[in-house]
């Protein structure tokens, strides 16, 4: 057969563009599907002499096999069709503000209008046969285009099958739910609170996850490994009638404890790759990277190989240094390797509309830099590069500056100029807002609060009143 389907991009390949890829091999163990019966296929004749290069399946059938065993002539461009509106466009998520598991659903315009016009209705089954516990009319008014429509799972399941309408075929998605009450591992996102579900069997090394299982046990022996940080304390909620425990962990080293005990999880570790944007400058839609721009440069830790690890031909990925890549697309393009997962998106139209982002500001004398943004310390001198770990000592001349993707996220000041400011605001409040009351140390016991705020206490307990508006902000941590 000509054609299969990359389970890694989640589109349908041809062989003859794949084998002039520079590595047409790379990473095709289990990634490339029978278009029609979905079994695992691979290329062959790649830089053969007498043969066209094409997909064979490992028992060696094709797809004229397929279509017979099918029993229905043309099943081939059918099942193409269900295969890439559900690998595409189905997601599976934790709601970490509602303690839910989810489905989400992402569907273009033209899709949703060719569904509506068709009667389409989205369903969710706990088995095959089984009635829909969720359906949903897929039109304009119950889908937002291009975005993730998220939805609640309310059945206890450990595959869930899928439908588009109420006569099509219904696609199987195995263990959204581990059996036998194994770890579930979420992606953990900064800026939304669906976390994704982690579909393949690879953890990486200084990444955030979220851990969730029914037996306690599992959360317990993740907490003990020595190689692993726990983020904040294990909790416990409910949700399709059933007790779950969670955690969020980070692994910092594969060591022998963490790769047996991961193992027994049906995981594996493996150590993390890192990629920055450098231009032009970007915002992120639903964990799509929107750009405006028809060229992209990149700076990643690895190569970049087309069809390997990026959903390009070999003339549109341009190396302009040795660690620098130019990237030529029309719409979008993905990149995958390892934990980097990154669909680049041009949509002019949004970045006309786009809002700036407040940077987040920090005041310390001594800061240790964290690995989450590229940063910079400015003084009269210049600007030199920190790196990730490292210390940096502030003072009234200098100030650090955290990017991101071409972004200024965070702002990092001495500790004297918010004193400084502190100090000037309570004295313009007591200023022109004089109204007191009598102070009440009891008030502010459980207050956690810096030198600036416990020297005006101190004083407050002495004089036996407390400024009513500063009070007022010290309980609410707007001081």
Not at 54 to 63: A, K, T
Not at 160 to 182: D, G, H, I, M, P
Not at 255 to 271: G, H, L, M, N, P
Not at 289 to 314: M, Q, T
Request: aromatic residues 12%; charged residues 25%.
């Amino acid at each position: 057969m000509d054609k299969a389907f990359d389970s890694v991009f989640q589109r349908e390949v041809d062989a003859l563009e794949l084998s002039k890829s520079i590595e047409p091999l790379y990473g095709t163990q289990f990634r490339y599907q029978c278009l029609c019966c979905g079994e695992e296929v691979f290329l062959a004749a790649a830089e053969s002499s007498e043969k066209s290069p094409h997909f064979r399946h490992r028992r060696g059938n094709n797809d004229i096999e397929c279509e017979r065993y099918l029993g229905q002539p043309g099943a081939l461009e059918h099942y193409v069709s269900i295969r890439k509106h559900t690998m595409d466009s189905i997601g599976f998520c934790f709601n970490i503000d509602h303690m839910t598991f989810e489905i989400s659903l992402t569907l273009s315009d033209k899709d949703i209008s060719n569904y509506a016009e068709n009667g389409g209705q989205f369903s969710l089954h706990t088995k095959y046969n089984a009635p829909a516990f969720f359906s949903m009319p897929i039109n304009r008014g119950n889908l937002i285009p291009d975005t993730g429509n998220y939805y609640t799972i309310s059945e206890y399941s450990n595959d869930y099958y899928v439908s588009f309408n109420a006569e099509s075929t219904k696609t199987l998605c195995e263990n959204v739910l581990k059996r036998n009450s194994k770890l579930n591992i979420y992606r953990i996102s900064q800026s939304s609170n669906h976390y994704k579900r982690i579909v393949s069997d690879i953890l990486y090394t200084n990444y955030w996850y979220l851990a969730i299982s029914e037996n306690e046990d599992n959360i317990k022996d993740l907490i003990a490994l020595q190689s692993t940080e726990i983020d904040g304390e294990p909790f416990k909620f409910f949700t399709q009638g059933r007790q779950f425990f969670a955690v969020r962990f980070v692994i910092y080293s594969a060591d022998y404890s963490a790769k047996i005990f991961f193992q027994k999880q049906e995981f594996r570790v493996e150590k993390s790759e890192s990629m920055d944007i450098l231009w032009p400058p970007v915002y992120t839609r639903d964990e799509d990277v929107i750009i405006k721009s028809d060229n992209v440069f990149i700076l990643p830790s690895f190569e970049l190989i087309p069809h390997g690890n990026i959903d390009a031909n070999g003339m549109d990925v341009k190396k302009v240094c040795p660690d620098v890549y130019e990237l030529t697309f029309n719409q979008r393009v993905t990149i995958c390797e390892k934990n980097i997962q990154c669909r680049i998106v041009k949509d002019e139209k949004t970045i006309l509309d786009s809002t700036y982002e407040e940077p987040e500001i920090i005041h310390a004398d001594k800061y240790i830099v964290p690995d989450t943004y590229d940063y910079f310390i400015f003084d009269k001198n210049g600007c030199d590069r920190l790196v990730a770990g490292s210390k940096a000592y502030l003072s009234e001349t200098n100030h650090i500056l955290g990017y991101k993707n071409g972004h200024v996220r965070v702002i990092v000041l001495a500790t004297s100029n918010k004193t400084t400011d502190k100090k000037k605001l309570i004295n313009d409040i007591v200023k022109y807002h004089p109204q007191s009351e009598p102070f009440e140390p009891d008030d502010f016991m459980e207050i956690v609060a810096d030198e600036t705020i416990l020297l005006y206490l101190e004083n407050c307990y002495r004089s036996g009143q407390i400024n009513t508006v500063i009070k007022k902000y010290i309980k609410e941590s707007l001081i």
